[in-house]
């Protein structure tokens, strides 16, 4: 199946890392102004979607979806709900995690929402990558010498971290705790991650 991706309008310096990360069947949605982005990335859409009060309306042959700018969903939101009903399975978002730190947190929703519709989802940003860990394990690697784990909602229950400098058995993780920032894969080593009950931001980290 192909993959989604979803272009957002925050900040992006990593151009070569991002890009690399694209396939050549990649399916992109660009948000507004996340379309700047797609020059330096060396693609053109297959869709636009966006209300354009960030970036001028492309006169694009592309399939272009113009939402009023007084509405329940944000652009990002939209792009994949819009997606899901086309039938997509596997997401990366770019360009959606930065300054703003409201439309951040907002970006962080749509990530739940695409796990909650059984999609395979991930952010990607400069630093590192964002997904939502449950009881299907999840693994770090030593590729990335950081990485976290971050209740965003309810309690995570029967947490396991195995393979890390700091491991945890049985653990429990409710919001409001630092527990489960910063740790390690053990060199040489895998980290492997499961959540038994609830879910956790798993957030690896590439560079400081």
């Known amino acids: ?24 069947d990649d399916y992109l949605i660009a948000c507004d102004c996340g379309l700047r982005h797609l020059e330096a990335l060396g693609r053109t859409p297959d869709l636009v979607v966006g209300d354009f009060d960030s970036h001028e309306k492309p006169q694009l042959s592309t399939e272009t979806i113009v939402l009023p700018r007084e509405k329940d969903d944000t652009d990002t939101c939209y792009a994949a709900k819009e997606a899901l009903r086309r039938g997509f399975g596997s997401f990366l978002l770019l360009g959606a995690v930065g300054a703003r730190l409201d439309h951040s947190l907002g970006n962080l929703g749509v990530l739940q929402l695409l796990h909650d519709a059984g999609a395979a989802a991930k952010i990607l940003d400069d630093y590192g990558e964002m997904e939502l860990v449950d009881d299907r394990e999840k693994t770090v690697t030593s590729d990335y010498p950081f990485f976290s784990l971050l209740n965003i909602s309810g309690t995570a229950r029967h947490v396991t971290v195995t393979g890390a ?32 009950e609830g879910r956790l931001l798993l957030v690896r980290i590439r560079k400081e």
């Open 165 to 196: 400098k700091y491991p945890l058995a049985d653990a429990e993780i409710p919001c409001g705790t630092s527990l489960g920032v910063s740790n390690e894969p053990l060199p040489g080593q895998t980290a492997h991650i499961r959540v038994g």
């Open 1 to 24: 199946m192909r993959r989604c991706v979803i272009v957002g309008g925050a900040p992006i310096t990593a151009i070569n890392l991002i890009a690399g990360e694209l396939r050549d």
